[in-house]
């Protein structure tokens, strides 16, 4: 089994910055995608940014210039930098993974991920 613990969300005016975490332990390798979901009450979940095992990234639309995802050099560790935030980018953030490889565009668009956090809430006023 994988874990996935998420933080570093939170409350910010509109404009500001936040900075989101998530570790794997267990049965997790840097190779394997990790992916950054979000889900806003009444809307459907929606896969906002992924590390493909070959670095590359992968962004919604909606959020490419502005958020930034990444990898800490163990590849364990996924961040979500989000700047000049806005109030469509409430909603819970969740990271999600499994044994599976693929470049980022691949692991954003693929589905049925097994492993998921608990999330963190990101407000934005």
């Known amino acids: 089994d994988v874990q996935l613990v998420e933080s570093g969300g939170g409350s910010v005016q509109a404009g500001g910055s936040l900075r989101l975490s998530c570790t794997a332990s267990g049965a997790h390798e840097s190779r394997y995608c990790m992916v950054w979901y979000r889900q806003a009450p009444g809307k459907e979940r929606e896969a906002v940014a992924a590390?493909?095992?070959?670095?590359?990234?992968d962004y919604l639309s909606s959020v490419k210039g502005r958020f930034t995802v990444s990898k800490d050099n163990s590849g364990n560790t996924l961040y979500l930098q989000m700047d000049d935030l806005r109030p469509e980018d409430t909603a819970v953030y969740l990271c999600a993974t499994d044994r599976r490889t693929g470049t980022g565009s691949a692991c954003r668009y693929s589905s049925g991920y097994p492993y998921w956090g608990q999330g963190t809430q990101v407000t934005v006023s």
């Open positions: 590390v493909g095992t070959d670095g590359s990234k």
